[in-house]
């Protein structure tokens, strides 16, 4: 039930995020969700892909530098408290957030976030116990 995450490391430069984008563009690969996180120096592109295999591939020839980081995406109610339900039972469970972002999607009734814990194992089982839905990593591109 844990989904693969790409990373990207980018020298913190004009530029550099299209290459990335352009790349898979013309490789025909769909980014289903994202974050940008920045230092002086460099920025981390974590990214889900629709075909991370074929992604890692055009990205290593096109000279990026690339890490894989197993996530967990979870559908969580569209309300209010939706995101503090999750985050409730996680803390309580001993779980740490490490970080999350937001996942698009064409569904609007809920939202789904990924998040990597530093249990993941421990995270999948504790809310799918609780009732709440995790996407397996081969329909995320289907959501």
Not at 77 to 91: E, H, I, K, M
């Amino acid at each position: 039930m844990k989904a693969e995450q790409l990373s990207v490391f980018l020298e913190n430069r004009a530029g550099r995020l299209a290459e990335v984008t352009h790349t898979l563009a013309e490789a025909g690969i769909n980014i289903r969700a994202l974050s940008l996180a920045d230092t002086s120096d460099f920025g981390i592109l974590r990214m889900i892909v629709c075909d991370h295999e074929k992604a890692k591939t055009v990205l290593k020839e096109k000279g990026f530098t690339l890490g894989r980081t197993s996530v967990v995406a979870v559908e969580v109610a569209d309300t209010p408290g939706g995101l503090d339900a999750v985050l409730q039972l996680v803390s309580r469970n001993g779980i740490n957030v490490e970080y999350m972002y937001a996942f698009v999607q064409r569904d609007q009734e809920s939202a789904v976030m990924i998040f990597r814990f530093d249990k993941v194992d421990h995270a999948v089982d504790v809310l799918r116990d609780n009732g709440f839905t995790i996407i397996p990593a081969d329909q995320l591109c289907e959501y």
